[in-house]
């Protein structure tokens, strides 16, 4: 079983920064793709950020220059890094993380069960 454990998030006012960690635990033979995503009430998830095994990341262009995402390969964990933060960043963000599945021999998307980021103006 994979799980992946999200942390980090909270309450801040506009112009605040906030840091979110997402941990794979599990039979974790090999990690591809991880990233963030957000959905915010009323609209579809949407990409924030990802990032490859090698370190590439991926931004949504509203977060591009605020946003960092990172990774540490040695922990399993991918971290988002979020400044100046505006009330529309307000979402549940939720991480994401393509592992390989030997039960059905190919890469497996696992979730995590997300968690709330609040910007108030």
């Known amino acids: 079983q994979v799980q992946l454990v999200e942390s980090g998030g909270g309450s801040v006012q506009a112009g605040g920064s906030l840091r979110l960690s997402c941990a794979a635990s599990?039979?974790?033979?090999?990690?591809?793709?991880m990233g963030w995503y957000r959905q915010a009430p009323g609209k579809q998830r949407e990409l924030v950020a990802d990032?490859?095994?090698?370190?590439?990341?991926n931004y949504l262009d509203s977060v591009q220059g605020r946003f960092t995402i990172s990774r540490d390969n040695a922990k399993n964990t991918v971290y988002l890094q979020m400044n100046s933060l505006k009330p529309e960043d307000t979402a549940v963000y939720f991480c994401?993380?393509?592992?390989?599945?030997?039960?059905?021999?190919?890469?497996?998307?696992?979730w995590g069960q997300g968690t709330q980021v609040t910007v108030s103006s």
């Open positions: 994401a993380a393509d592992i390989w599945n030997p039960t059905i021999f190919s890469v497996s998307r696992y």
């Open positions: 599990g039979r974790l033979i090999s990690i591809n793709d």
């Open positions: 990032i490859t095994s090698g370190g590439s990341g």
